[in-house]
């Protein structure tokens, strides 16, 4: 497996993201050691709130949440997932499988050995992210899921197909562009370059080429039986669980609906639309999305 790894100096004087960064070990299945970056902000011995991203982001997209959920008295820990951000970038499009990126992720978790979790995930941040709470509901006091969802083979939306086709077809794969239309508000240049940055060049971006054709969406999907085996496990799951799904996002538009009504801790819970969000939310409304993180653990401690 080639490994690519961004220079540092690509980050340097990214606006709105002064966090000190660090970094852990990781490998699934026999590959090779491979370094992953994350945040760690706020008390140490606080319960840690998880943030994940998705596609084609990373944890800059959570750099407005980050600073009032840590100001709470919380430890919010925000990881790029491997092939983005400030992570290592198999160069392979082959290295890339759902459950290798499953795999990745656990061995962060249990490396760092986090309990009494929050999480919010959003975008395959969900996808991931939903599957750690289902191998380790232990882990894990209470969910928040924003735009995402756990496909099992049943199809999805006709914007998703839309964004999967653009996704494989298009020339150079242009991130800060991708990021920009699903985000109602207006990034500024230094914003949109921030998310170009993990990926000096095409070679870069193996990962976020392939996430799309990832996701399972028909039953001759791989992956398709072990998102059946999470859901048996989050159906059960009886600790609070919310949705904030955006009104302006075709992508997930709906998907909310089958969290409310599979899982147990999302009955009778207080969920939320977020006004005026993209499939980005975190870009349209990240303080209100930060006081819903900090109101939910207080009301649900």
């Known amino acids: 497996m080639q490994v690519l790894r961004t220079p540092d100096d690509r980050f340097a004087d990214l606006p709105g993201y002064p966090f000190a960064?660090?970094?852990?070990?990781?490998?699934?299945?026999?590959?090779?050691?491979?370094r992953l970056h994350y945040l760690d902000e706020g008390p140490r011995d606080a319960a840690p709130v998880l943030m994940m991203h998705g596609e084609p982001s990373?944890?800059?997209?959570?750099?407005k949440m980050i600073p009032p959920v840590a100001a709470a008295g919380h430890r919010v820990?925000?990881?790029?997932?491997?092939?983005?951000?400030?992570?290592?970038?198999?160069?392979?499009r082959s290295d890339y499988t759902y459950e290798r990126h499953v795999a990745w992720m656990s061995d962060w978790l249990t490396g760092l050995?986090?309990?009494?979790i929050t999480l919010f995930c959003q975008d395959w941040g969900g996808l991931i992210g939903l599957r750690l709470v289902a191998a380790f509901p232990d882990r894990f006091a209470r969910v928040i899921a924003a735009n995402t969802g756990l496909p099992v083979g049943t199809g999805w939306s006709e914007a998703f197909e839309?964004?999967?086709?653009?996704?494989?077809t298009v020339p150079?794969?242009?991130?800060?562009?991708?990021?920009?239309?699903?985000?109602?508000?207006?990034?500024?240049?230094a914003e949109v370059a921030a998310y170009d940055a993990p990926f000096p060049d095409e070679s870069y971006k193996a990962g976020a080429r392939e996430f799309p054709a990832l996701v399972p969406v028909t039953p001759?999907?791989?992956s398709v039986a072990q998102n059946k085996a999470a859901w048996a496990v989050l159906e059960?799951?009886?600790?609070?669980?919310?949705?904030a799904f955006s009104d302006k996002d075709a992508v997930t538009a709906g998907g909310e609906r089958v969290f409310q009504e599979r899982i147990a801790g999302a009955k009778g819970q207080p969920h939320v639309t977020i006004k005026d969000g993209g499939h980005f939310l975190q870009e349209d409304k990240p303080e209100e999305l930060a006081q819903l993180i900090v109101d939910f653990i207080a009301r649900t401690r």
């Open 58 to 63: 990373w944890s800059y997209l959570y750099r």
């Open 77 to 92: 820990l925000a990881p790029d997932l491997i092939g983005f951000g400030k992570s290592d970038k198999p160069a392979a």
């Open 236 to 243: 059960r799951f009886e600790k609070p669980f919310l949705t």
């Open 220 to 222: 001759d999907h791989a």
């Open 162 to 168: 839309a964004w999967r086709k653009f996704s494989q």
């Open 21 to 34: 960064p660090h970094y852990a070990t990781v490998r699934a299945d026999a590959g090779p050691d491979l």
């Open 113 to 116: 050995d986090l309990s009494e």
């Open 172 to 189: 150079e794969f242009p991130t800060g562009f991708i990021l920009q239309g699903a985000t109602v508000r207006e990034l500024s240049p």
